[in-house]
């Protein structure tokens, strides 16, 4: 097994030799870039100019110290990212505008110069070593038509692995997308966990599959449920890579390596921690809790302490790969995504792992409402053809809380067939719930997290 290409190129990043690379120079080369980051943005921030105003730079010693700094959230953000600018406007390249999971909430937006997305370029050049070699041909089911969006910049990381990175977008017919697949012997992929999955569980007139011969597949964007890696795994008998990255992190932070034991950080661009969402203090190693990173080298939009709302937690053992470098075990899902359902608490993982398994499932929406004063759970479904009610209401029974809460009387449950082949995608998945408890959940979900 090949140790992960991250470890030899954040050595170069951070200027030790390779075998000279340790936690302890690591960590130094951290703290170094923290305090010029902190620098720069009371400096030229107006956000954290007043943020930070009684903070002192040279106060913080030991990456530890970090936690006497207050931590930036998306609503700062949406309410005037021009403020979080460290550069005049002319000098950014590219702006990415992300809307609001909720109805009404105002578009969060980002700002990246042209130094910034090198950045990421390098990254996705790096990472991607690990599942393709020069080539090979990766089929790139991103958004990638404007320059500087994710697909442009990852098809540049490829280029400069020496492999074609086709652009295509999101799957919105999977049989063309599986005939350009084969037009263009394409044998790796880049995709949304659903989207792929669609790929996989496509069926052509005749009942058949589509014959591929993959050797890789990266899921990206969101959470990837560990049922759908299997269904690929086994569909497609190839490895199955996953990426954890967000557009705040300029899009890419961690990858996984051979071993597919957990993310490796992008630790020479990126700061992690995993703290307690209720506290707001580190965790314990190895403890789950919520994400937050900072910006160790971006100059356009440099962001401190950026709370994720992910769950996820820090692998205190070394990988099987032989890295020093920190991991982090797949997310698990999101902090507002667990909801209280008679008297218990639901997670959009306990269904994705309960659903994804069910043959000809493509995807699934899931809301709470509480009609007469009992909770329901409704789940819209879309299918291939091959699944069957029967099939997804054992599926969901397999739930305990779903089988103990229905068995009482205490939950309805209601299954719909939703029209259409591939569902719309991009969003994050999320249970959405139509119950007046949102302020309840949100404290729920916390204390959840805190004890978990």
Request: proline share 5%; glycine share 10%; net charge neutral.
């Amino acid at each position: 097994m090949e140790m992960t290409p991250l470890n030899n190129w954040i050595a170069r990043k951070i200027g030790v030799n390779v075998s000279g690379l340790t936690r302890e120079n690591i960590e130094k080369y951290q703290l170094q870039k923290l305090r010029a980051i902190l620098e720069l943005v009371k400096n030229k921030s107006v956000f954290y100019r007043k943020a930070l105003a009684d903070f002192k730079t040279e106060s913080l010693t030991c990456l530890a110290g970090l936690k006497y700094i207050s931590y930036t959230t998306a609503e700062e953000i949406r309410n005037n990212p021009l403020h979080f600018l460290c550069v005049s406007q002319d000098q950014i390249c590219r702006v990415v505008t992300l809307q609001s999971s909720g109805t009404t909430g105002e578009p969060k937006r980002l700002y990246f110069t042209k130094e910034d997305q090198e950045l990421t370029i390098d990254f996705f050049h790096i990472g991607m070593s690990t599942l393709v070699v020069p080539g090979d041909r990766v089929l790139i089911l991103l958004p990638g038509k404007l320059p500087g969006s994710v697909g442009d910049l990852l098809a540049k990381g490829l280029s400069r692995l020496g492999v074609k990175g086709i652009h295509h977008g999101l799957v919105t017919d999977p049989g063309r997308t599986l005939q350009i697949m084969l037009e263009q012997e394409v044998n790796a992929l880049v995709g949304i966990p659903t989207q792929v999955l669609s790929l996989a569980r496509y069926r052509d007139e005749d009942g058949n599959n589509i014959p591929l011969k993959l050797k890789s597949v990266l899921l990206s964007t969101d959470y990837v449920p560990q049922a759908i890696t299997r269904e690929l795994q086994q569909s497609w008998d190839c490895r199955v890579y996953s990426h954890y990255g967000m557009t705040e992190m300029g899009f890419g932070g961690a990858v996984e390596c051979q071993a597919l034991a957990g993310y490796h950080l992008r630790e020479a661009d990126l700061y992690f921690e995993i703290i307690n969402p209720v506290t707001g203090l580190p965790v314990p190693e190895g403890e789950e809790g919520e994400v937050v990173f900072t910006t160790l080298t971006r100059q356009g939009m440099p962001l401190i302490r950026y709370r994720t709302g992910d769950r996820a937690r820090f692998i205190p053992e070394p990988c099987p790969c032989g890295t020093i470098l920190k991991r982090m075990a797949p997310v698990t899902g999101r902090l507002n995504n667990v909801c209280q359902v008679a008297g218990g608490l639901l997670t959009m993982s306990d269904l994705d792992e309960a659903l994804f398994p069910v043959a000809g499932l493509l995807n699934f929406q899931a809301s709470l409402s509480c009609p007469e004063g009992i909770d329901r759970l409704t789940v819209g479904v879309w299918l291939n053809g091959e699944a069957n009610m029967t099939a997804i209401r054992k599926a969901l029974d397999t739930i305990p809380l779903i089988h103990s809460a229905t068995k009482q009387g205490n939950l309805e449950v209601n299954i719909t067939i939703l029209p259409g082949g591939v569902p719309a995608s991009g969003a994050k998945r999320i249970i959405t719930d139509l119950r007046e408890r949102g302020e309840i959940n949100e404290k729920i979900v916390s204390g959840h997290v805190a004890a978990s």
